[in-house]
Structures are given as structure tokens and as C-alpha cells.
């Protein structure tokens, strides 16, 4: 993220998912450039979180900026069961395993730790050859109290296109290995065929060089990995809203990523199914229509895993507070829901 500007994230945690993410896009593709018969099936490694957001991302609000994650991941694949007459298919990968935080230092000087469980999946609904029409992410990070958890959903229409790319403008080939050309700086190095290490710096770690990165990982290569099947996805329902006066109380991260203006009259909008009822309801009209976010995107490329990336085209945002937590709408001139985040 470049310094005063978190249009790039939702909420915090994206960022360090999407750092842990990247990493793993680097080396999986890769792999599967150079052999076939190689699959990502681990990634190993430390990250100091050297900036507020990252602290942040794991609800350490109340630490100091500094602590380390260790990783243990594992890497599968996800495949969702379509129904039989659907022109879609729906596929993505997961990383789950545990990470532990040390050096932990509160506002009393004392150090701590911090064990927890980490899920992150990205789903992606195909209508074609390099054509998108939907994206699922889901994020859990699970530690006690500090726990938090929240899914997206992005509807793309027209469909979201994927051209082919070419990996050297992404990376440049180096006397220590393959180097960023762009961005935080990162540096690839290939010890064995099975195993690759990557140096990374964080966003927004300004003072950091692949040198003396923030993250050191290292991913482990086999030739199958774990394949999940799961039946379907949660799916996301309309509600008839215009029973709700206005509350006009949208969370200041939101207000952060998307200019709106005035409260409007609620109509409608859209929940997960599992949500339970509804508390309280506002719907806002944009002011600003042509933001576009695409965090991370040129990790996510680097070795041709699907980046993320959507615009926040529409007509009105809708905050919803029910009994499980926080749900945002992005809706278009039609009514039809273009992107929806549930923060439980």
C-alpha cells in the first residue's frame, strides 16, 4: 500500500492474506512452468510484521509494531461440485496450517505470544477460456479473542478478462536470482527443484530491501498435493431492506476505500443465507464510481495465479448489521449485486 492511501484493502487483514497468498502464486506456477509433475504442497517460513497493518491484520492492535509470524501451511486444491447443466466451472486453492507469533511487546513492556490457525481460500467461476464471472475469498484467522474471519464475494459482468502474460515482465533475472521489478522488493532463488525460497518486503515497508527481507519462506514441492471437494458455495440472498429507516453508521474502514455521499432510501440488498436477521440498515450514493483495486496484483501474476482485481462501479453501497456481524453491498444501477463483503 502506498503511504495515506488503503483503497487497497477492504479491511486489514487482506493485507497480510494477500502478502502469505502472493507468496505461494510466486512459487506455483513456477513450478508447474518448469515441471509438470511438481505441485506446490507447503510453504515454511517467517514474516516479521514491520508495519501497523500487519500487526493489525492479526488483531494485535495493542502491540507493538515488530513481532514475528512463523508459518507451517499446507497448500490444496479445491474443486466444487457444479451442477450438471451449469455452463460455469468453479475451482481454487487453499492454505490452511497454523503460525505462531512471538516478540510480542504490549504497551507495558512485557512479551507474549500469540498461536493460531490460519484459512484462506480463492474460488473462481469460469463461464470460458480466460473469462471470469465470479470470485470467491474467504479469510480466517482464528486465536481466541483475537480472532477474525470475512468472506467476498465479486460478481463480474461483463465477465472479468484473463490474457496471457509473460512472466519476465513481472520479474527480472539477476546474479542472485529473480528480482521484482516493481513494487516491494522480492528476490526468487532456486536451491533444488523442489523447493524454492523467496526474500519479500511487506507493503508499505519502506525501509525494507530483499537484503534483510520482512518474509522468508519457503515452498516445498511433490508431485501431488491434497485435493478438496466441496459440494457448492454459500450462497448470497436478496432481502427486502425498505422496512429499515437509515442509521447512517458505515465503518470508517469502508468510508476509507469508497467515497459515498448522501444517505439514501434503503431498498434492497444482499446477505449470506447463514446470516440470521437484520438489525440495522443504510444505503449510500456514490460519489466517486471509477475506483479501482487490485492489491497485490503483480505478486499474484508473477507466476500466472489468478490476481485479484475489480472496480467499484456502482450505484449505491448498503451496510448491513445483523445478528453475526457486518455485511457491505456495492450495487449497480440495476439492483444487481457487484461485490459484497461479510465481516463476522
Known amino acids: ?140 484467522w ?25 512472466l519476465e515482465t513481472v520479474f527480472i533475472e539477476t546474479q542472485q536470482g529473480l528480482e521484482s521489478r516493481s513494487g516491494p522488493e522480492l528476490l526468487i532463488k532456486t536451491p533444488s527443484n523442489n523447493q524454492r525460497i523467496i526474500h519479500a518486503c511487506l507493503p508499505d515497508s519502506f525501509l525494507c530491501r530483499s537484503s534483510s527481507a520482512d518474509a522468508v519462506l519457503i515452498a516445498s514441492y511433490n508431485p501431488t498435493r491434497d485435493r478438496v471437494v466441496i459440494d457448492g458455495m454459500t450462497e448470497w440472498s436478496e432481502m427486502d431492506l425498505s422496512s429499515f429507516l437509515p442509521e447512517g453508521d458505515l465503518s470508517h474502514i469502508i468510508s476509507e476505500v469508497i467515497s459515498v455521499g448522501d444517505l439514501a432510501p434503503n431498498y434492497h440488498g444482499y446477505t449470506p443465507m447463514s446470516h440470521g436477521s437484520i438489525n440495522n440498515v443504510s444505503t449510500y450514493n456514490f460519489t466517486d464510481d471509477t475506483t479501482r483495486l487490485s492489491p497485490l496484483s503483480a505478486w499474484f501474476n508473477s507466476l500466472g495465479l489468478i490476481p485479484i482485481d475489480f472496480a467499484t462501479t456502482g450505484e449505491s453501497l448498503v451496510w448491513i448489521s445483523n445478528e453475526v456481524g457486518q455485511v457491505y453491498n456495492i450495487i449497480d444501477a440495476d439492483g444487481a449485486l457487484r461485490l459484497g463483503l461479510s465481516i463476522y
Request: aromatic letters at 8%.
Open 142 to 166: 482464528i486465536a481466541g479473542d483475537i480472532s477474525s474471519s470475512w468472506s467476498m464475494i465479486i460478481n463480474h459482468d461483463p465477465p472479468r478478462w484473463l490474457p496471457e502474460y509473460d
Open 1 to 140: 500500500m502506498e503511504t495515506g492511501n488503503k483503497q487497497y484493502f477492504f479491511v486489514e487483514a487482506l493485507a497480510v492474506a494477500l502478502v502469505v497468498f502472493s507468496a505461494f502464486a510466486i512459487y506455483s506456477n513456477d513450478s508447474e512452468d518448469n515441471n509438470n509433475d511438481l505441485q506446490l504442497t507447503s510453504i515454511t517460513g517467517n514474516v516479521e510484521l514491520s508495519t501497523r497493518d500487519s500487526m493489525d491484520a492479526f488483531g494485535l492492535q495493542d502491540f507493538a509494531v515488530g513481532a514475528v509470524a512463523s508459518l507451517e501451511l499446507t497448500v490444496s486444491e479445491v474443486v466444487v461440485l457444479d451442477c450438471a447443466d451449469c455452463n460455469t466451472t468453479t475451482n481454487g486453492v487453499m492454505i490452511s496450517g497454523d503460525i505462531v507469533i512471538t516478540e510480542l511487546l504490549d504497551q507495558q513492556g512485557r512479551l507474549g505470544r500469540v498461536e493460531g490457525l490460519l484459512n484462506f481460500t480463492h474460488f473462481v467461476t469460469s463461464s470460458g477460456p480466460s473469462l471470469v464471472v465470479e470470485e470467491r475469498i474467504n479469510f480466517q
